[in-house]
Structures are given as structure tokens and as C-alpha cells.
């Protein structure tokens, strides 16, 4: 299954709280993902808004996911540490509320410490949250990114390193995060390929993909560009997704958010109608490809 989806409201819809943008990704761009951002500061959201998203969400097929703030540093010190697992666990709560499968979050900086270390203070972090979720009984996974920085932590390889090492946790990947990273490294098939390989051991039954053009130097990413200016094509991902009927969720954090979603869905139905010979395609139904 391909699902798609923005990150966050879209900019056409014309109500600006999540439940809007929900209805609207559903309704009029006849989508059936979502990222909600709950990236400004602590976010707030009535049990009421909370109750409409999940009947919502659960009436109409839309699957939900949540960003949490992005200044989070799981390998800080004492003080730093205690307030990311305080915006990573209200984050949590209220994508449990609203019955959101994953919380994504950005795991933090290597700072004065090596990368070994670095990768040790995340692991032992990322276990006492995952502790707290399965006490409180929240059903949901923590999500976490692939980096487009040198010095933030987060590289593919660790980023596997930790969601082997911690049960509930799960990679975001960020594609063009790993893009910048390697400076540019995603062109051809076989670079998306190495990815969903190195994934293997992890045996994951669904990939949660953000994609967006970027922009980057020297193996850092600079900012997000709308994804045909950008220079990472997504014709040869969608063909691996296709070829191996992969589960997968893209979300477009493009700043044309929706319209690179829906950009998205058509490259992916052009892929599905050049397998099918037909001149119709519809990305929910993949029975003829697959
Ligand atoms: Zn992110």
C-alpha cells in the first residue's frame, strides 16, 4: 500500500487548525496521509479536536503521524534531556489522542562527544521513553529522523544503530535529509536501493518517508526546495516501492507541501499505468502491479 500525504495543513486550506487540515487532505486532495506538526512550541489541542481527529481519521482511511517540537536533544545534559523527554512525551499523549501511529523526532546534536558516545546517550535516552509510552499504554511509535546535518546526529547507519537497539522505535526517513548528507548522494535506483537494504535487518512491515527538493552544500542541508527544483529525482523510489510492494507512507514536507504531495501521487500513478498499459491509474489500487 502507498499512502501520501502532507506534513502539516496544507497552505490551501482555508481552516487553519489540524482538524481542518485533515477533512481537507481527505476530502478535496483525496489523500490518506497526514504529518501533524506539533513543532511551534507546545502545541495544544483540545479533547475535543483530539476525539474529531481520530473518529475522523479512523471513519475516512486517513493515517495520521506527528512531528514533534524540533529542538530536541536526546544526548544533552541533565536539564537539556529532561525537557526533550518532556516535549517528546506530551507529543506522545496527543498523538495517542488522536490515535496517530508514529511521533517523529529529531534525536539531537554529537556537541563535544564523539559519535560513539553520542549514539550511546541516544540509545539509553531513547529506551527511558519508550519506558514511559509502555507504561502509560500509548500506542504509538517514536519516529526517528534521518539528519541533514554533519554535526547533528543522525546518519542512516545510526539512526538503524538505535532502532535496533530499542524496541518501539522506529526510522523516520527522511530522504533528503540523507541527500544532503551525502552531498547529493540519491540519483540513480540503486541509491535508493542501498537504503531499503541497509533497512533489512530491521524487518520493518511499513516505511514512514518524508520527501522534499533540498537544497544543500558540503553535506548539509540548507533548506527545502519544491521537489522538481530539487536535484534528488523520485521516479526510481517509487519503482523500488513498486517492484518489491513495499508499505509505505510519503510525506511531503516540500514547501509546496500539498502540491508536492499530489505531485507525488501522480508520478506514482504514471509509474502504475506505464505497468499496467492503461490510461487510468488511481494510487490506492495497486492490485494490477502488483
Ligand atoms: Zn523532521
Redesign the pocket.
Known amino acids: 500500500m502507498i499512502r501520501i500525504g502532507p506534513a502539516g495543513i496544507p497552505l490551501s486550506c482555508k481552516g487553519r487548525t489540524n482538524k481542518d487540515g485533515i477533512i481537507y487532505t481527505h476530502r478535496n486532495l483525496d489523500l490518506n496521509a497526514i504529518e501533524i506538526q506539533f513543532v511551534r512550541g507546545l502545541y495544544v489541542m483540545s479533547d475535543e479536536e483530539a476525539q474529531i481527529i481520530r473518529e475522523y481519521s479512523e471513519e475516512n482511511d486517513m493515517e495520521v503521524h506527528v ?1 514533534a517540537p ?1 529542538y530536541v536533544n536526546l544526548a544533552g545534559d541533565g536539564e537539556e534531556v529532561e525537557m526533550s523527554f518532556e516535549k517528546i512525551l506530551r507529543s506522545a499523549r496527543m498523538a495517542n489522542n488522536i490515535g496517530a501511529k508514529t511521533v ?1 523526532i ?1 534525536p539531537g546534536f554529537y556537541g563535544e562527544n564523539s559519535e560513539k558516545k553520542t549514539l550511546k546517550m541516544i540509545i539509553k535516552n531513547s529506551k527511558k521513553i519508550t519506558g514511559t509510552i509502555k507504561k502509560e499504554k500509548l500506542k504509538i511509535k517514536i519516529g526517528i ?1 534521518t539528519m541533514g546535518k554533519q554535526k547533528v546526529f543522525g546518519t542512516l547507519d545510526e539512526i538503524i544503530e538505535v532502532c535496533k537497539s530499542v524496541k518501539g522505535v522506529i526510522p ?1 526517513i ?1 530522504l533528503a535529509h540523507i541527500h544532503a548528507r551525502g552531498n547529493g548522494c540519491l540519483k540513480e535506483r540503486k541509491d535508493f536501493e542501498e537504503i531499503f537494504e541497509k533497512l533489512k535487518p530491521l524487518r520493518l512491515k511499513h516505511y514512514l518517508i ?1 520527501v522534499t527538493g533540498v537544497l544543500y552544500e558540503n553535506g548539509n542541508e540548507f533548506y527545502h526546495l519544491p521537489i522538481k527544483k530539487g536535484d534528488m529525482p523520485i521516479a526510481p523510489l517509487i519503482e523500488i516501492i513498486l517492484d518489491n510492494n513495499y508499505n509505505v507512507t510519503l510525506i511531503s ?1 516540500s514547501p509546496l507541501l500539498e502540491h508536492d504531495a499530489v505531485y507525488i501521487r501522480l508520478q506514482v500513478e504514471k509509474a502504475i499505468m506505464k505497468r499496467t498499459g492503461k490510461e487510468e491509474a488511481y494510487y490506492k489500487d495497486l492490485s494490477e502491479v502488483i
Do not use: Q
Request: proline content about 0%.
Open positions: 512531528h524540533y517523529v529529531h529522523e523516520a527522511d518524508h514536507e
